[in-house]
């Protein structure tokens, strides 16, 4: 049997020749190259398959954002200066403790702080005491003035172990106290708690 040709338009670059196939016993085959000899060969023209498009590729995922700290809660507590405290002596060599370093004030003679005393004789006062000649009595005219004990500060750790020896007394005097002495006693304590707090830190 002889090859039986079709004629087909011309191929594009797009399609692809098909060869329908038909042999002696009536089977068909369908095959992209010429029949065999003694087959009935036809030729279908036909589109070329094509892949489905390429989908964009995925833009990469951002990086992941830095972990940022948690915010602090940041509270300020303003505290005021320590109070200062003085030790002051007296002319006796007794010592107290003063919050303004004011020394207790007392009345001396003016001649203990070495001003002239007058003398009186014959020939009449004489300032500077007895004078080579006179033979009356010495005379120290009244007069005099206030002095104030002399203070100096203290430094603030032994202003906190004093306030601290101060509580402890009055812990010990408050059992014994009678109700005026203790309502006196818890305004002193509440004094120095809150002072210490401030001064010394509320731990001491």
Not at 46 to 64: F, T
Not at 77 to 101: A, F, H, I, L
Not at 162 to 183: C, H, K, P
Request: proline share 12%.
């Amino acid at each position: 049997m002889g090859l039986v040709l079709s004629c087909a338009a011309p191929l594009r670059a797009q399609d692809v020749l098909i060869y329908r196939c038909v042999a002696g016993d009536g089977s068909l085959t369908l095959r992209d190259s010429p029949c065999d000899e003694g087959e009935r060969q036809d030729t279908r023209s036909m589109l070329r398959p094509q892949d489905p498009p390429r989908s964009p590729a995925p833009a990469p995922a951002p990086p992941p954002a830095a972990a940022t700290a948690p915010q602090r809660e940041v509270q300020v507590v303003y505290r005021t200066p320590p109070r200062p405290m003085y030790e002051c002596r007296t002319s006796d060599g007794d010592t107290y403790v003063s919050e303004d370093g004011e020394g207790n004030p007392r009345w001396v003679p003016l001649w203990t702080l070495g001003y002239p005393t007058w003398t009186a004789g014959r020939s009449g006062p004489r300032p500077g005491g007895p004078h080579p000649g006179s033979h009356g009595p010495r005379v120290a005219y009244a007069g005099g003035t206030w002095v104030r004990d002399q203070c100096h500060p203290l430094p603030q750790q032994e202003i906190c172990s004093r306030l601290t020896d101060r509580r402890w007394e009055i812990f010990r005097r408050y059992n014994s106290a009678n109700q005026s002495e203790r309502r006196e006693l818890d305004l002193e304590k509440r004094g120095i708690d809150a002072r210490m707090a401030n001064d010394c830190g509320a731990g001491r």
